[in-house]
């Protein structure tokens, strides 16, 4: 079974500029999640999608937005960056959770992102 | 709300030493908890999980064990490799949200 595959691996931006970054999620899996990592801020939710619906958000300024399409595919997108955005952007797919408990979470390889 | 917190590191130890990477959580009811590992330029993959009190996860000779009394689940390992060099993220989730530690980056020397 294939894994979240995230598309591309590494983007260089400039300031103002915009970007859109693909996830494509563990065939079955209809829940998609987006974190940010960066050395000093360690891993932050962005937002999570089930059924092309956001059902979580994380606390992030609206530059950070997000969608869902019907084949379970995700995009995020991060307009006018800023050097502060230079990161791992992780993309992470789950099934919903059971009466055994929450499901894993399973996470792509992420896109670096390097803001100049 | 809920938390986690583990020891950050970084750990340094020599090869066939025994591991222990502590982690504590705050959540309210009965949450999951998850071990991660994060090799270089890699995502973060599943080690092993545990759902309820006095369960213990167990892969690729990591264990942990849910403590509900002490709302901990350290991870251990008895021999650890210079392959087991990575950062470590202990996690918790309620309803599916998650909420991760810091990570704890280990170092194995040969």
């Known amino acids: 079974k294939a894994g979240v595959t995230q598309t591309p691996r590494y983007l260089i931006k400039t300031r103002g500029q915009q970007v859109t970054l693909s996830c494509s999620p563990i065939?079955?899996?209809?829940?998609v999640s987006w974190y940010q990592q960066t050395p000093g801020q360690g891993l932050q939710f962005l937002f999570e999608y089930f059924s092309e619906t956001q059902r979580n958000k994380g606390n992030f300024p609206g530059r950070f937005s997000g969608r869902q399409f019907s084949n379970s595919r995700s995009e995020m997108n991060v307009s006018t960056l800023e050097l502060g955005d230079s990161a791992l952007y992780l993309c992470?797919?789950?099934?919903?959770?059971?009466?055994?408990?929450?499901?894993?979470?399973?996470f792509g390889n992420g896109t670096r992102l390097t803001v100049t | 709300g809920n938390s986690v917190t583990q020891m950050e590191g970084p750990v340094t130890l020599s090869e066939e030493a025994f591991l222990t990477i502590n982690c504590t959580y705050t959540?309210?009811?009965?949450?999951?908890l998850f071990w991660y590992v994060q090799y270089p330029g890699e995502g973060l993959q599943l080690l092993l999980k545990a759902t309820k009190a006095d369960d213990k996860g167990s892969n690729k000779g990591f264990e942990a064990t849910y403590r509900k009394e002490t709302t901990s689940f350290h991870l251990e390992k008895g021999s650890v490799q210079v392959s087991d060099s990575a950062v470590y993220f202990c996690a918790l989730s309620r309803g599916q949200n998650f909420v991760f530690g810091p990570g704890t980056r280990l170092s194995v020397l040969p």
């Open positions: 992470a797919s789950s099934f919903l959770a059971t009466e055994w408990g929450d499901s894993p979470l399973h």
């Open positions: 065939s079955g899996h209809r829940s």
């Open positions: 959540a309210t009811g009965y949450p999951s």
